[in-house]
């Protein structure tokens, strides 16, 4: 089991920028897909991008060209570097963990944060 814990979020003006970390302890694997979702109040949870464990990325359409997802896997953490950032992209940000290599949006994913709040004021 993998244990993920969030953290970077806050209040930030629209343009600003956040990145947000997602500390991975426990059964943890380089080769572990890994990658963020949001929840916005009303909506139903979405991707925001994803990480496959030998590198590949995906992008939702919303974030493309200012978000970019990242690892460190030496020290296990899942980063999503947040730029331009709009109203629109006020939510609660999860960090998830599968135990396959490459992501897959039809998963039951095996482990998830308890998210991170990220809001942009205009």
């Known amino acids: 089991q993998v244990q993920l814990v969030e953290s970077g979020g806050g209040l930030v003006q629209a343009g600003g920028s956040l990145r947000l970390s997602c500390a991975a302890s426990?059964?943890?694997?380089?080769?572990?897909?890994m990658g963020w979702y949001r929840q916005a109040p009303g909506k139903q949870r979405e991707l925001v991008a994803a990480i496959d464990g030998v590198g590949g990325t995906n992008y939702a359409e919303s974030g493309k060209g200012r978000f970019t997802i990242s690892r460190d896997n030496t020290k296990n953490i899942l980063y999503l570097q947040m730029n331009s950032l709009k109203p629109e992209d006020t939510a609660v940000y999860y960090c998830?963990?599968?135990?396959?290599?490459?992501?897959?949006?039809?998963?039951?994913?095996?482990?998830w944060g308890q998210g991170t709040q990220v809001t942009v004021s205009s």
């Open positions: 426990g059964s943890t694997s380089r080769f572990n897909a």
């Open positions: 998830f963990s599968d135990s396959v290599v490459h992501f897959r949006p039809d998963r039951q994913f095996s482990s």
